[in-house]
């Protein structure tokens, strides 16, 4: 238990090393960040629909797939809720079948309910932020059709930009829920899994926040 224990905690610390300094890099150079790419190409997106009397169509569109990708990932994460209730009691034997044969990767019986939980509540919460996502889009939906006069009253278009943007950090929020709950399942099997899952996420991570070259 006391590996498994300074691994969660190495764990953590990593992931919060990580954002700090993602937060930094953004602050510095907001140009580095993808996210910060994708708040500024919706904005212009917002922009162009709402400038123009004839791409009613194409909003409408874009947003109901964008309604459909949330959709599609809140009853992902509802149906891996269920898939983790029903086969609960049989990780942890398969657990200890299968973890490598090292004293330090052994995986901790005691604390095999923590690791169920915690797994459960990222699932919990990745469904909460695509609901979210869900629920702002619809509201872009209706905020996307309404007159605006950019140049006397750009309200509209700054209210749009915010819902648009609030969904699409949810939408993000939600995703990284995802992806952090591939080193809670890899810590089932061991401390050693733990350490290693979140490394390699990290370095995942760090290719999907950087802003994709145009060469």
């Known amino acids: 238990m006391f590996y498994d224990l300074i691994a969660f905690g190495i764990s953590f610390i990593l992931i919060q090393i990580y954002y700090f300094y993602l937060t930094r890099r953004t602050r510095r150079a907001p140009q580095s960040s993808v996210h910060t790419l994708n708040a500024i190409t919706r904005e212009r997106w917002v922009k162009m629909i709402m400038s123009s009397e004839k791409l009613d169509i194409l909003a409408i569109q874009t947003v109901r797939n964008s309604v459909m990708a949330a959709n599609f990932m809140a009853t992902t994460a509802v149906l891996l809720l269920l898939g983790v209730l029903n086969l609960g009691e049989k990780i942890g034997p398969w657990a200890e079948k299968l973890h490598p044969f090292c004293e330090v990767c052994n995986p901790a019986s005691e604390l095999w309910m923590l690791k169920l939980e915690m797994l459960l509540g990222s699932f919990a919460l990745a469904f909460y932020y695509f609901a979210m996502a869900i629920r702002f889009f ?48 890899a810590w089932f099997f061991g401390a050693c899994t733990l350490i290693l899952a979140t490394l390699g996420l990290l370095l995942g991570l760090i290719a999907l926040d950087s802003v994709p070259s145009a060469d």
């Open 138 to 185: 619809n509201h872009v939906g209706y905020l996307i059709n309404l007159p605006c006069d950019f140049s006397h009253d750009d309200k509209p278009y700054q209210q749009t930009c915010a819902y648009l943007n609030k969904a699409g950090h949810y939408y993000t929020f939600g995703t990284r829920t995802f992806f952090f709950s591939l080193p809670l399942i």
